[in-house]
């Protein structure tokens, strides 16, 4: 039973264009969410994270959108560039039942940025 | 601020031997975590350690793995008589639980059981 869903396994966008990769997650005690990119051979970075008391949190050219109500989240990457070719993983955590920080992951999408 | 390090790189070994593998956190973080991530999955949890006191353990660590973390900093997986299934990269992360970042990860051990 997967509590965290990225349907689309790879994206391919132009340079210059926006890019959203979106999340769908199950379990409703999830109330921390956080976007890591992960190159070959290197460990996930983390890129952003939004709490479910917001909606929106914004980081330069990268933006996060949470609906609760639906239980979904996307990452707007704007404008694109060929080095935001990655693995993006969404992630969720349950912060307020106990401050463990135990991540359940997505199953990933492959992003790649055409020049 | 050196980051979490983990070693060794990439591990080959023959089915049914054992392997270990180390996890440097960041210096100061309390919390230190393992993941697994096998192919076109997302990293899964397999147990956590808050100082030297393992937390908790996925259903995912059979009893052939064994973590420790004896002085509260660095860390050991063990995997015994390792099987096909386990290939897989290995990764820790580490956290400090008063600070708001996120969870850093190493670059993992790739292991390959033939």
């Known amino acids: 039973d997967q509590q965290v869903k990225q349907n689309s396994p790879s994206l391919s966008v132009q340079e210059g264009r926006i890019s959203i990769l979106n999340c769908d997650y199950t379990?409703?005690?999830?109330?921390?969410f956080l976007w890591y990119k992960k190159y070959p051979a290197e460990g996930p970075t983390f890129l952003i994270s939004?709490?479910?008391?917001?909606d929106k949190n914004e980081d330069g050219r990268f933006t996060v959108f949470l609906n609760k109500s639906a239980k979904h989240l996307s990452l707007h990457i704007v404008p694109s560039q060929p080095g935001d070719s990655a693995v993006y993983f969404c992630?969720?955590?349950?912060?307020?039942?106990?401050?463990?920080?135990?991540?359940?992951f997505g199953k990933g999408t492959l992003l790649t940025v055409n020049p | 601020d050196t980051g979490v390090s983990q070693n060794p790189r990439h591990k080959i070994t023959k089915r049914g031997q054992n392997v270990t593998f180390r996890c440097d956190p960041i210096?100061?973080?309390?919390?230190l975590y393992w993941y697994r991530q096998t192919l076109g999955q997302g990293p899964e949890f397999l147990t956590y350690?808050?100082?030297?006191?393992?937390?908790?353990k996925s259903r995912l660590l059979s009893d052939r793995f064994s973590a420790e973390r004896p002085k509260g900093s660095f860390s050991t997986l063990e995997i015994q008589r390792t099987e096909q299934g386990d290939s897989a990269m290995y990764l820790c992360?580490?956290?400090?639980?008063?600070?708001?970042?996120?969870?850093?990860f190493g670059n993992g051990t790739r292991l390959t059981v033939t």
């Open positions: 992630a969720a955590s349950a912060i307020s039942g106990g401050s463990n920080y135990k991540l359940t």
């Open positions: 379990n409703s005690m999830f109330d921390y």
């Open positions: 939004i709490s479910s008391i917001k």
């Open positions: 210096s100061e973080h309390n919390r």
């Open positions: 350690f808050q100082n030297e006191a393992q937390l908790e």
């Open positions: 992360a580490s956290w400090e639980i008063r600070s708001n970042s996120p969870l850093h």
